[in-house]
């Protein structure tokens, strides 16, 4: 199961899950392993050492019970069938204690062996407390003659030699074991490591493979979709979810280019559908005059009136080129280059080009909370234009010897420019993108100020707006976003 594939992010976290169990259960194993070795080992160990010892002390205790008992018979020592007594009694505990402790046939074969040729020595010991004779000189000079002692024992001995070399070969086998492990044991306790790392490796090159590289590819490419670029594909690859999502993204962005070249396409043919009247009216109304005006020409009666019908022509001529050329101005798309200045050097610079127009009319302009000037983020040259033509329909608007209020107003959140003149107030109420109300009575105008000025601010991201007061002015307001703080620095 580990070499699959997953196919969805729920096996692969099983397959995490289920390698770091495995991880466990062999570091588990190997540590139960070793710990269940070292401890049958070391049980096996300490029975084998006690086994040595107690018969170590079986045979001090009948090596005892054989000198002592026999000089205490010899001598007629009256505590001689008791000190008998006594070893006999604690050399038969621990023959029974060793057989119990006994774990294999050849032990408890050799212990009872030996238990055998202890029962053959003890019936001879049993005879000489037994025989009367024994006051005898010369007996008991043989009694404690060592060589006496050394036949009478030399069947427990050879007893006692075998069950001590079987004993010996169990030490030295288990011995052998324990070096073996040890041996083995640098090679042994290193493979969980290996193991861990194997699996740390497997499960981070299939959670890269099936999970962090199709997630980042996904977020890099949503990002690429979400600036505009909608024909650009996500792989679609990784986990079933990752490549779902994938899929879906992708299919989002097909159905978003459809959706916009349709909207673009009734975009079109809605702007089309506006302009075309506003083109017609522009250009048909200026070709009529020219032609009625040609016309005249035909029944002049003088020089005079022939100039005069010859400038008209001239006027409306240059007055459609004029607004030609303001059309194809509006309609080419704005690309501003931002930078920081002052709102009032904007309009300052706007107010130095009207200078002589407003000289003429005998104007002056009342500048209200300059005080209050802020930065703004702005294209001085696209706004200075916007602001030079709502400043020339309100010169041109306002009467003569007219006060034009200029204002510049910190709200905190934001910034306005108001422009507030003294004429009758707009006979329509301007629109963004409408370019049809407002066509100019003014022989140089062209009527699209208005519209180059929403369409700036909108570039700009502020906002334009204009209050109208019948009879008494108009009041133009562009509001735009503060600096912040991080944008000033």
Sequence with gaps: MLLQRPKSLKNLISVHEIAFLFLVAVTGLLGGMTA???QVNSTESVRINALIYRTEQIRGEFFGQVQEVIRARVLEDPRAYDLYSDYSRRID?????LRSEAALR??????????QSYREIQKDMNKIFSDPYLSNQLVRIKILDPRFAQRMIGLFERQYIQLKQILADEHIALDKTLEKWTRFAPVIVPVPLILAFMLVLYTRLILRKGFLRPM????????????GQLNHKIPEHGVEEISNLAVAINTMASDLVRSRN??????KQAALGSLIPVVAHNIRNPLASIRATAQLIENARDPDELKE???AIIDTTDRLGRWVSALVSYLHPLKPIFTKVKAGRLVDAALVLLKTRMEEKNMTVDRQGWVHDELLHVDPDLMEQALYGLLVNAVDASPGESVLTVSLVNKQDNFEIHILDRGPGLPFEPKAGNLEPGQSTKRFGTGLGIPIAFKICQTHGWDLEFNIHKGSGTEVIIRAPLI??????
């Design 93 to 97: 505990d621990h023959f029974n204690k």
């Design 216 to 227: 980042e590819e996904l977020m890099a490419g949503a990002g690429t979709i979400s600036q």
């Design 106 to 115: 050849t032990e408890d074969e050799a212990i009872q062996g030996l238990q």
């Design 36 to 38: 269940y070795f070292w």
């Design 309 to 311: 019908f010859k400038q």
């Design 484 to 489: 912040t703080e991080e944008e000033g620095q």
């Design 262 to 267: 349709a909207l673009v396409e009734s975009e």
